[in-house]
């Protein structure tokens, strides 16, 4: 049975995901290419896991037409066929740009996403490629472009899913359990915009509410030295701030008045338009802080806006059972947030992966803190290193690079490059705040370096260098993950100047006919009724977890958002039809724990 959700039945399969993507850099000119395209799946052997096809044609014949931008192993894909790690998928549309372009200006191709290597070309021309599959890239295709208004684009794709050190997140060619299906190819939107020569290639805000500032970097890849940008910033209407700040330099923009912080409980954003030169873009910015500190009993504890927050979460996949790691919908990444929202949760820690920016920027505007995991790569990995730690307090020197799969130099240099990237790219995202490297010691290694590494990229955020066991003494974070026994604090916490954080447990499961993915289920404790789910539930967190809080526990992150293919532990079911818990039981318990919290410092 196909398992689909009520956006996937509604889908248009000619404009599927149509919105602007990338709401941080917005101008117009645009044209969305998502839609149907041609494709073909085409043998390939090349031992290196990073070739794709030699040299860029086209196949000698087409097999069919498949949805953009789902991945041909999805239903929504009208293809439903899986990629094996010795073929290559190929793609052919036809596009016209959104007008015709005037002397010096540049047609700029974006893809949101393509798992995991690719080559693109535009009207036979080779204009460029990418390797890695969760992070965007954009290529100048100006000068391939043909006369006439109609151009060709073709994209071939190799991915070798679990075959190599590359990064590959949950899938695995042996899914199950945890493990999930392959994903291929193009899986976010691809879109085309026309910019003047000299434009806002990429703009960087970090707030500083210690100075009422926002720093702002403007850059620009064809500006003068001595370029200048123009950035206004309105808060409710009226402008807080305005300055003139030069090209690739980092420049507090001061804001006047009081300034109004985000917060879960407020999420408000202020406007931001920068002008350079011919181009103009608009983009937002929340005024946040976030850190570590100790409270009045001395307590280690996250921070937000310089005063202790207890982030209540939940694990969340974001997977869909007719997409996959793509969204049937807009609404549908809203439905997600607005559901743990609704429960009364603050936080999610999005698991290793990495969304399309719509959905960072629904959390920024609904009001959700976001962790934001690394995608993890390596070799096969060992299950002793993996699955011993959630039963025994096995801990392991992760410099033993071959024990976590980690035994190639380039895959840990890729990663590194990765992890790099991926903060670059969400930098600016009011809603992310803490970075997690890495989980269950899969493709871990170096993890309190790497901690280090991160602090330098963006000391504005917290990390947990590892998350879940493994722990390397690093990071801002004493990270758990507890499944199996009850959850007491233990006398030895007591001192641990991280702070104490319980980043996984729970994964109370229950499978609803009618409503899973297939016949195998997976969960760490099994119910058969909703209402034997609910009072576990309740137990759960009264006995254990609201006692842990009032003595220390700073951070709570339950497994999971929705049920994902086998694992059936989701507050949601997979389909995203019934909410398997009632909303208003979920909220108590979780305004329960805050206010524990606030007792705690009321006592203090």
């Known amino acids: 049975m196909t398992l689909m959700t009520e956006w996937g039945e509604g889908l248009d399969r000619n404009a599927p995901l149509p919105e602007y993507p990338r709401p941080q850099l917005v101008r117009g000119d645009w044209v969305n290419l998502n839609g149907v395209w041609d494709f073909a799946i085409t043998p390939f052997t090349d031992a290196d896991p990073l070739a794709v096809a030699d040299p860029l044609g086209s196949p000698a014949r087409w097999d069919g037409e498949i949805v953009v931008p789902f991945s041909p192993e999805m239903p929504l894909s009208g293809v439903e066929r899986t990629l094996g790690e010795h073929e290559a998928l190929w793609y052919r549309r036809t596009f016209r740009l959104p007008r015709h372009t005037r002397d010096g200006e540049r047609a700029i191709l974006h893809f949101g996403a393509v798992d995991q290597s690719c080559r693109v070309a535009v009207d036979g021309v080779e204009v460029g490629g990418h390797t890695g599959g969760y992070l965007p890239f954009a290529i100048d295709v100006t000068a391939a472009l043909s006369s006439g208004d109609e151009h060709e684009l073709t994209v071939v794709v190799r991915d070798v899913t679990d075959a190599s050190w590359l990064s590959r997140g949950k899938q695995s060619s042996k899914r199950g359990g945890i493990w999930y299906s392959p994903q291929s190819g193009i899986w976010q939107t691809v879109w085309l915009e026309i910019v003047p020569r000299v434009a806002v290639d990429r703009l960087e805000l970090v707030p500083d509410l210690a100075r009422s500032a926002v720093v702002v970097t403007v850059h620009s890849d064809n500006a003068q030295l001595d370029a200048v940008a123009r950035v206004v910033i309105t808060a409710a209407g009226q402008v807080s701030g305005s300055a003139t700040v030069p090209v690739g330099v980092a420049t507090a923009v001061e804001l006047s008045g009081v300034v109004r912080t985000w917060s879960p409980e407020d999420p408000f954003l202020s406007d931001v338009e920068v002008t350079l030169g011919e181009d103009h873009v608009t983009s937002y910015v929340g005024m946040r802080s976030f850190g570590v500190g100790r409270d009045e009993r001395g307590i280690p504890r996250l921070l937000l806006n310089g005063e202790p927050y207890l982030s209540v979460g939940l694990l969340d996949q974001g997977y869909w059972p007719d997409g996959g790691y793509t969204a049937p919908s807009d609404a549908a990444l809203e439905y997600d947030i607005r559901l743990a929202r609704d429960m009364g949760f603050t936080m999610l820690r999005k698991h290793i992966k990495v969304e399309p920016l719509r959905w960072y920027h ?150 609803l006919p009618g409503h899973t993915w297939g016949p195998n289920i997976f969960g760490y404790k099994r119910y058969r009724m909703s209402d034997e789910l609910e009072r576990a539930f309740v137990r759960l967190h009264r006995d254990q977890i609201e006692p842990a809080v ?55």
């Open 362 to 511: 629904h959390c920024d505007r609904l009001g959700m803190l976001v962790w934001q995991d690394a995608v993890n790569g390596g070799r096969a990995y060992i299950p002793a290193v993996i699955t011993t730690p959630a039963v025994t307090p096995l801990v392991l020197g992760d410099s033993q690079h071959r024990w976590f799969a980690r035994q190639d130099e380039r895959g840990r240099s890729s990663f590194e490059a990765e992890l790099k990237d991926m903060i670059d790219h969400l930098r600016s995202v009011p809603c992310i705040s803490l970075w997690v490297p890495f989980n269950e010691g899969w493709g871990q290694f170096d993890a309190a370096r790497i901690a280090d590494e991160v602090r330098w990229l963006d000391p504005t955020r917290p990390v947990d260098h590892a998350s879940g066991w493994h722990d390397q003494g690093g990071g801002d974070l004493k990270s758990l993950h507890w499944y199996f026994r009850p959850f007491r604090m233990k006398r030895r916490w007591r001192g641990e100047a991280r702070v104490l954080s319980l980043t996984e447990y729970g994964g109370y499961s229950l499978a």
């Open 550 to 604: 009032s003595e220390g526990l700073s951070a709570t992150v339950y497994t999971q958002l929705s049920d994902v293919e086998d694992e059936v532990n989701g507050l949601v079911t997979y389909d995203r039809r019934v909410v398997k818990i009632p909303v208003e039981t979920v909220r108590r318990i979780n305004d329960g724990l805050r206010s524990a919290l606030d007792v705690l410092a009321v006592d203090a």
